[in-house]
């Protein structure tokens, strides 16, 4: 339990609404998972700058599941309301609207 406890505490203090916050822990046979909600305008400050961040909070937490022989992971949720675009439609077709009209060289 001190996974999430370490993760919920690290990323409260990262983060401009810290009472948005909130780490669900949950186990199966591949390990353990910890699902991190946060504010939608504080996810660049847990991803960080090219997932520099969540890529050190994943390996300090995996560090931490290993003491305890357990496969530690992060899931960072995406909250209602980001503004990640999507690649492709759920067909997987690429979005083309943008190549329609004349192209003038």
Avoid: C, H, W
Wanted: charged content about 30%; overall charge neutral; cysteine-free.
């Amino acid at each position: 339990m001190q996974d999430k406890e370490f993760l919920e505490y690290v990323v409260k203090q990262l983060v401009a609404n810290p009472n948005d916050v909130s780490v669900d822990r949950t186990v199966d046979e591949r390990g353990v998972l910890l699902t991190l909600s946060v504010n939608p305008a504080d996810l660049g400050y847990v991803i960080g700058k090219k997932g520099q961040t969540i890529t050190a909070l994943r390996t300090v937490i995996r560090i931490i599941g290993a003491k305890s022989n357990s496969r530690t992971t992060i899931k960072v949720n995406e909250p209602e309301g980001s503004r990640r675009r999507p690649s492709s439609d759920a067909s997987g077709a690429v979005d083309t609207s943008v190549l329609e009209g004349d192209i003038e060289l």
